[in-house]
């Protein structure tokens, strides 16, 4: 596949790029493109503290949609996404959905990384009544607008359940922690999951020996690993986005420091796995490059082009993590509500999604109950030599595959 070319254009950028078969796999034919391209707008971090991850569902997207033009393009019509750079500022999410809307006059809509972004955008999303499909809300609470539809399986209260899938994995171990320290960005999922996991600690009858947080963009972590290292927690509880988890390790190592075991909760999936201190950290996810995700609808094949894509872009971490499939999971979702529908509606769209199940690389993505969120699928990571691996709940580990003790 060839690389996609970004260029300026009306004064931001627009991404021709690719994807791959429909949302229930490879169509039995190719319907002919015809008409004005179908235009579908967004943002992600191409610059500032979220780019790392920013170019990750870049990458993804871009396979989407290349593929899709490949095969004829969404109800005969070519895809053309009208990518945009938020620069990690969710301010200038919300300004740039609104051009998009009425100066870019795209035709659909796809969500921004991150939580502050998302929000953002989707309050634009909302005052135009346009359908909102993304890929990596922390809080689903923070969004009740019914046209917003998640593709992580998250579920409809995180906040409890990401610590309780944590501290079930690590409790399966021969010695179970039994002090825990929470350091997280004020980042406002984040945060808000730090919480949680305090008072899910405390109902567990884990002591929290340390409590922190910092402004999301700090890059300095030496304070807090001191703080981190007198504290000598037997679990490190970190509320790491993006790039924080490798500044906080380079801290820790610096002071000859490392925690007995350690969760970052959305690291910068290819700089942290290769950190020469990260081996056996542990980090939430839905989806890895190895069985039996590879199963799930389209995921051979999109792992395949991502790597591809990653690779040729220089990425340190090229295999698929659940960052890329959470975007391209959005994309095949989008897909499904077009022609679910039969027509580029957006409340059509909503409404189809709403009563109908998606097949994604993700799996079965169902939008019932509270903040059209489904249930909860959510798994625990780890790095194994410099690689991620999944390694709870146990049916989600490939073959051989162990949760690695301290």
């Not at 922390?138 to 899938?165: C, H």
């Not at 500044?247 to 420091?257: C, E, F, G, H």
């Amino acid at each position: 596949m060839t690389e996609s070319v970004l260029h300026k254009h009306r004064r931001g950028f627009v991404l021709g790029a690719g994807g791959l078969m429909l949302a229930a796999g490879w169509p039995a034919f190719a319907q002919p493109a015809a008409g004005a391209p179908l235009r579908v707008g967004g943002t992600l971090p191409l610059t500032g503290p979220l780019a790392s991850v920013g170019m990750i569902h870049k990458i993804a997207g871009d396979v989407f949609v290349d593929a899709i033009n490949k095969r004829g393009g969404l109800l005969g019509r070519k895809l053309e996404w009208v990518l945009l750079d938020d620069q990690s500022q969710p301010a200038n999410a919300r300004t740039l959905y609104e051009r998009l809307i009425t100066a870019e006059k795209v035709d659909l809509l796809m969500g921004p990384y991150g939580t502050s972004a998302i929000i953002a955008a989707m309050g634009v999303a909302q005052r135009f009544n346009k359908l909102f499909i993304q890929s990596s809300l922390g809080d689903p609470s923070l969004a009740p607008y019914e046209m917003q539809f998640p593709a992580l399986p998250l579920g409809p209260d995180p906040r409890m359940a990401d610590t309780e899938i944590v501290l079930a994995a690590y409790a399966s171990l021969p010695s179970p922690p039994k002090t825990i320290a929470f350091i997280t960005s004020k980042f406002p999922s984040a945060l808000d999951l730090a919480k949680g996991g305090q008072e899910v600690a405390g109902k567990q009858g884990l002591k929290t020996v340390l409590s922190l947080e910092y402004e999301f963009g700090t890059r300095e972590f030496g304070g807090i690993a001191a703080r981190i290292k007198d504290a000598n927690p037997d679990l490190l509880w970190s509320g790491a986005i993006g790039m924080e988890a490798v500044q906080l390790l380079d801290a820790m190592k610096r002071l000859d420091y490392l925690p007995k075991r350690h969760f970052y909760l959305f690291p910068a999936p290819g700089p942290t796995a290769a950190h020469p201190n990260a081996n056996g950290l542990t980090s939430l996810t839905w989806f890895e490059d190895h069985e039996p995700f590879r199963h799930n609808t389209g995921a051979a094949e999109f792992i395949e082009a991502y790597t591809q894509r990653a690779t040729a872009a220089g990425l340190s971490y090229t295999r698929a993590d659940y960052q890329a499939a959470a975007e391209f999971a959005a994309w095949q979702m989008l897909e499904a509500a077009a022609i679910g529908a039969g027509r580029i509606d957006d409340k059509a769209m909503g409404a189809w999604l709403k009563a109908n199940l998606v097949k994604t690389v993700l799996g079965s993505r169902s939008f019932e109950g509270k903040f059209n969120s489904g249930l909860a699928d959510t798994k625990l990571k780890q790095v194994q030599d410099g690689k991620w691996v999944t390694v709870w709940p146990t049916k989600f580990r490939p073959r051989s595959g162990a949760f690695i003790a301290p």
